[in-house]
C-alpha cells in the first residue's frame, strides 16, 4: 500500500504564480434587490404529467412483477406515523419543558 504524501516544496526559482490556488468565492450579485433569474426546470418536472404518472405506474407494475416493491401492513404503517409525528412535534414538547423549568437550571 502506498501512502500519500506531500508534493515537494517548489524549486527555489520557481514563479510563485505557478502554485495552486483554492477558486474564488463567487461573486456576490450587483444588487440585493433584483430578484434571482428564475431556475431551468428539468426531469419530471418538465414533463406533462400524464406522462409522468405513465411512467410512475410502468414502474410500480415492474417493482411488484419483480418482487422488490414494499407493501406496508397496517402495523408498519402506524408505527411510521407514529415515528413522523413524534418527529414533528418533539421541537414543541422541548420548548414546552424547557419553559416549565426554573431558570437556573437547564
Not at 406533462?48 to 416493491?69: F, Q, Y
Not at 407493501?71 to 411510521?80: K, L
Amino acid at each position: 500500500m502506498q501512502h500519500l504524501s506531500h508534493p515537494p516544496p517548489a524549486p527555489a526559482g520557481a514563479d510563485p504564480s505557478d502554485e495552486l490556488k483554492p477558486d474564488a468565492p463567487p461573486a456576490a450579485p450587483a444588487s440585493s434587490d433584483a430578484p434571482a433569474p428564475a431556475r431551468k426546470r428539468r426531469g419530471f418536472a418538465v414533463m406533462d404529467p400524464k406522462l409522468v404518472a405513465e411512467i410512475s405506474r410502468k414502474g410500480g407494475k415492474a417493482a411488484h412483477s419483480a418482487g422488490t416493491a414494499h407493501e406496508f401492513t397496517s402495523d408498519e404503517a402506524r408505527a411510521a406515523g407514529r415515528k413522523g409525528g413524534l418527529a414533528s412535534h418533539a421541537k414543541r414538547k422541548r420548548a414546552a419543558e424547557a419553559s416549565t423549568k426554573p431558570s437556573g437550571e437547564r
